[in-house]
């Protein structure tokens, strides 16, 4: 059973990564909060009694959930759900503009040019406007395979899909990824 | 130079030799990695408000945390099947279900009784009726009554 302080400690290491997670699929700060703590709650109240080693796997879970529940909520509240068709079928290529918000975080991303002249907050901002551009399915899989370093067999039970549809959404994000990264000068 | 400039050789969606498998997912981990590595830098850099939520949320939690293990400390051991179970009478996942499908049982069971007897009951109430009606005297206006004219006249089986 998870301590207080495991809890504590565990929610602490990743409650920003599972804010920008839900930010990228919501697109919207509040939104992207209220499904943090929401899973936070659930995981809580249902699963405190488990050990701190099982707690990251049901965290992502519950997470991927909490997120989908907000979609569909949307849906029968019919709000403007741009990309809920994205995030429900694999490897769709559904356009949304990111670029809005990030302008106004720090300047258009269309003027850099090359790795060599721009800053590092900005081939940061560019890295993190890609991710979010990427179809909801593989950039779950990216984020949960390379971000939260879950394994392919952890990354699927989170996501509820199969090992090979893990392995095929990372790779495809990563080229996706690699590709548009090199059309902007950056190479990592 | 940042780690973000330098360049990952041979890892090109267009790569004119494409090299082994292997090699191929290890420079593929290694771009997501930093990939990854650019997005946590990011994250830490999120803002008072978003922290100060995030730390509210985490609050809220660890609270129900907390309320859900004092409840679980104060219900009963032997009230709860997880009780039961610490007890050693139901540690198996079926004795669990059985112990879930006993009540129901108890219940059934208890409502059939409660049918039987009412039944018996009914009986008994009916055959008093009958015995004080068939052991009591006979008016004499029943004489005149057409029906019991008709009934006495039917010959009995």
New interface residues.
């Given amino acids: 059973m998870a301590s ?1 302080k495991e ?2 400690d565990f ?2 290491s990743v ?3 599972a ?2 997670r839900a930010l990228y699929a919501v697109r919207d ?1 509040d939104a992207a ?1 209220d499904i ?2 929401d899973t ?2 659930r ?3 249902k699963y ?2 488990r050990p701190p080693a099982e707690l990251p796997l049901l965290f992502q879970r519950i997470l991927t959930n909490a997120t989908m529940d907000w979609f569909r909520r949307q849906k029968v509240r019919n709000a403007v759900v741009r990309n809920f068709s994205d995030f429900e079928s694999p490897g769709s290529d559904a356009e949304f503009d990111i670029l809005e918000t990030l302008e106004a975080l720090g300047g258009s991303l269309a003027t850099e040019s090359s ?2 002249t721009a800053s ?1 907050a900005q ?3 560019s ?2 406007a890609e ?1 979010a551009r990427l179809p909801g399915r593989q950039r779950e899989a ?2 949960l ?3 939260e370093e879950l394994d392919v067999a952890e990354t699927a039970a989170a996501m509820g899909c199969s090992e090979g549809s893990v392995k095929t959404h ?2 495809r ?3 996706a ?3 548009a990264l ?1 059309a902007k000068g ?3 | 130079m ?7 050789s041979g ?3 267009s790569a004119p030799t494409a090299p082994p498998s292997a090699a191929l997912d290890a420079m ?2 290694r ?6 590595a ?7 850099d ?1 803002g008072a408000d ?1 922290n100060e ?2 730390r ?3 609050e ?3 609270e ?3 309320a ?2 004092s409840a ?1 400390a104060t219900t009963p051991l032997g009230a709860t099947l997880g009780g039961a179970a610490l007890l050693g009478r139901f540690s198996s996942g079926w004795g669990m279900k059985l112990a879930s499908v006993l009540p129901a049982f108890a219940l059934i069971a208890g409502l059939l009784l409660i049918q039987r007897w009412q039944d018996n009951a009914q009986i008994a109430v009916a055959a008093e009726v009958d015995a004080a009606l068939l052991s009591d005297d006979l008016p004499p206006n029943a004489y005149s009554d057409a029906g019991f004219a008709e009934f006495l006249k039917t010959p009995s089986e």
């Avoid at chain 2, 771009?31 to 990854?36: H, N």
């Fill in positions: 207080d809890l504590s929610l602490k409650d920003k990564r804010f920008k700060e909060l943090v703590q936070m709650i995981l809580s109240e405190a009694d790795a060599d590092r081939i940061l901002l890295i993190e991710v990216f984020l395979r390379y971000w990372c790779s994000a990563v080229h990824l690699s590709t090199k950056i190479s990592l | 940042n780690q973000f400039n330098r360049p990952l890892f090109a969606p593929q981990t771009f997501a990695l930093r990939i990854a650019g997005l946590t830098e990011r994250s830490l999120l978003v939520r995030l509210f949320a985490r809220k939690a660890l129900r945390a907390r859900r293990r679980e």
